[in-house]
């Protein structure tokens, strides 16, 4: 009887066509879809370079690149370098030994470089970006996990107070925070006032605006996460979890927060021009950050008395101010696309 013949197997090698059929993960595929969006993607280097640039500002400043915030030239030029050899006629006459200073975009009334202070502005804008959608996260997410999640009378008495807050005009809040705040600042209040006074002058006016913009920033993310945690309260898995003896605390954090964090990130990003535009209108309006520090509502507002004649003092921080804000506007709408399966495009 003869004995059957072995088969060797050889190893299956796929095509370029299989290899597209393989499956991928949530977060390939995500990025695969922001990738495809130019808008978002011109976004994200737009972002990335603005902020490696408000970074190295000091060291740009070091090797001489760009000027320092307080750094004045007598000599320097209200207008663009094609007219500096005019003196202008606010300007008093140097002297024939101290050079005079050219700017790319012109000087301020001070004789301080307008891109210089524009750079240093960004540092400004960008921490109010992160630490405003950091406090809006930090407390919404919480606020509305536990309401959502707990109910019943919990849920009620938290929608209660979300609900009194939305009454509340967020913009003329924020306004009367800051001028509280200035008013601390000139009374000589002491204890834990004059401490956190300290704190915000040394902050260049951050440290009460930071306030002022977390005391209602969370109010939307709240009722966001709230009905987020009530779809995935109700699904299987939870119920499985539950079932299981999973403590609350492993159902929030293990079950519903990782499922509604894309969602949340992508509304957060969509609220960071509100931010930055709220700054720079406090700023506009002389409650926003101290002098000497840039901002661009600030520049904005210097500016303004001579906008007909130097456009470039409020040109390039309101340019500034425009690109920024819409980038961080095309960035969330790709986000959206690529993170939302019914958002994706084909």
């Known amino acids: 009887m003869s004995q059957p013949t072995s088969q060797v197997r050889r190893p299956i090698t796929l095509s370029a066509h299989d290899e597209q059929l393989k499956p991928r993960s949530a977060f390939a595929d995500a990025w695969d879809q922001l990738v495809r969006n130019r808008a978002a993607l011109a976004s994200v280097v737009f972002i990335i370079g603005l902020l490696l640039l408000a970074i190295s500002a000091d060291w740009l ?17 209200l207008a663009l370098p094609l007219s500096c050899a005019t003196m202008q006629p606010n300007q008093t006459p140097y002297p024939p030994d101290e050079p005079q200073f050219c700017f790319l975009f012109g000087a301020d009334s001070l004789g301080r470089d307008v891109i210089s202070r524009t750079i240093y502005g960004t540092r400004v804008s960008f921490a109010v970006a992160f630490v405003g959608a950091s406090l809006s996260l930090g407390i919404g997410v919480i606020f509305g996990v536990i309401a959502g999640h707990y109910g019943g009378w919990i849920d009620n008495l938290m929608m209660r107070f979300v ?14 925070f800051q001028t509280f705040f200035k008013s601390l600042e000139q009374s000589e209040t002491p204890g834990i006032a004059q401490t956190l006074i300290q704190i915000d002058r040394s902050m260049g006016g951050l440290f009460f605006l930071f306030i002022a913009l977390g005391a209602l920033s969370w109010i939307h993310m709240a009722r966001l996460a709230r009905g987020e945690t009530l779809t995935y309260k109700q699904s299987e898995f939870v119920e499985a ?26 509304a957060e990003t969509l609220q960071i021009p509100g931010y930055i535009f709220t700054e720079a209108f406090l700023s506009f309006i002389g409650l926003g950050v101290e002098p000497p520090t840039p901002s661009w509502g600030g520049m904005i507002n210097a500016g303004r008395e001579s906008l007909t004649a130097l456009p470039n003092l409020i040109l390039v921080p309101g340019i500034a101010l425009a690109l920024t804000t819409l980038a961080f506007n095309f960035l969330g709408d ?13």
């Open 61 to 77: 400043r070091s090797i001489g690149l760009i000027e320092g915030i307080n750094d004045q030239h007598r000599g320097s030029s």
């Open 241 to 266: 979890a539950r079932a299981m003896g999973a403590s609350d605390l492993r159902i929030i954090f293990v079950h519903i927060l990782p499922n509604i964090t894309g969602p949340l990130i992508v």
């Open 334 to 346: 790709g986000l959206r696309d690529a993170l939302d399966p019914h958002m994706r495009r084909t």
């Open 163 to 176: 609900d009194f807050l939305y009454g509340v005009p967020s913009l003329v809040l924020v306004i009367l």
